[in-house]
T-cell receptor
Framework: EDQVTQSPEALRLQEGESSSLNCSYT??????LFWYRQDPGKGPEFLFT???AGEEKEKERLKATLTKKESFLHITAPKPEDSATYLC????????????FGTGTRLQVFP | DVKVTQSSRYLVKRTGEKVFLECVQD?????MFWYRQDPGLGLRLIYF???????EKGDIPEGYSVSREKKERFSLILESASTNQTSMYLC?????????????FGPGTRLTVL
């Protein structure tokens, strides 16, 4: 069964303190891995799609990487406005009709 | 930019009422989805549609139905609302079926059933 596990559940960082969020997945033939940012009370906002192991994508202070078993979202020198819940989802080849979501990592960045 | 809109940000209904949640996307996407999001459970797929008048059940379709009469509009219907349907409801759309294409989400509707 396709599965996505995100860790840690919650992360508190000081402004400027770099760290990484993990997304481990089990899927029968990965066709895409997605990262979203979600602010409280709002819908998820798309960040990145990764399609194959070794692929990397960057946007401002965020960098997403992908291996055959997991993805990392690296946050470099975070700012308080980076505080949000970060969601990971996978699209497997035998579940072409839906995304499988993790439960997210809640990030808080303090000034 | 892709834009997905939902008819209400907050909704309060009583047990037994019929509830309509509307979603509209402006990017001519073929696929549309309805999820609910609950603390600790993540996003769970209720129904999706890959074409007008087509619908497919997701993981938790019980107690819900959907309607897609036009390509840009996808409605979620709670035939008789119950308290366990209190949740955040999220609509999403994507441009193709069968490909690993990105789903774009609306702002969500926070539904409370009393």
């Amino acid at each position: 069964e396709d599965q996505v596990t995100q860790s840690p559940e919650a992360l508190r960082l000081q402004e400027g303190e770099s760290s990484s969020l993990n997304c481990s997945y089990t899927v029968s033939g990965l066709r895409g891995l997605f990262w979203y940012r979600q602010d409280p009370g709002k819908g998820p906002e798309f960040l990145f799609t990764l399609y194959s192991a070794g692929e990397e994508k960057e946007k401002e202070r965020l960098k997403a990487t992908l291996t055959k078993k997991e993805s990392f979202l690296h946050i470099t020198a975070p700012k308080p406005e980076d505080s949000a819940t970060y969601l990971c989802a996978v699209h497997g080849s035998y579940n072409t009709d839906k995304l499988i979501f993790g439960t997210g990592t809640r990030l808080q960045v303090f000034p | 930019d892709v834009k997905v809109t939902q008819s209400s940000r907050y909704l309060v209904k009583r047990t037994g009422e019929k509830v309509f949640l509307e979603c509209v996307q402006d990017m001519d996407h073929e696929n549309m989805f309805w999820y609910r999001q609950d603390p600790g459970l993540g996003l769970r797929l209720i129904y999706f549609s890959y074409d007008v008048k087509m619908k497919e059940k997701g993981d938790i379709p019980e107690g819900y139905s959907v309607s897609r009469e036009k390509k840009e509009r996808f409605s979620l219907i709670l035939e008789s609302a119950s308290t366990n349907q209190t949740s955040m409801y999220l609509c999403a759309s994507s441009p193709a079926f069968g490909l690993a294409d990105t789903q774009y989400f609306g702002p969500g509707t926070r539904l409370t059933v009393l």
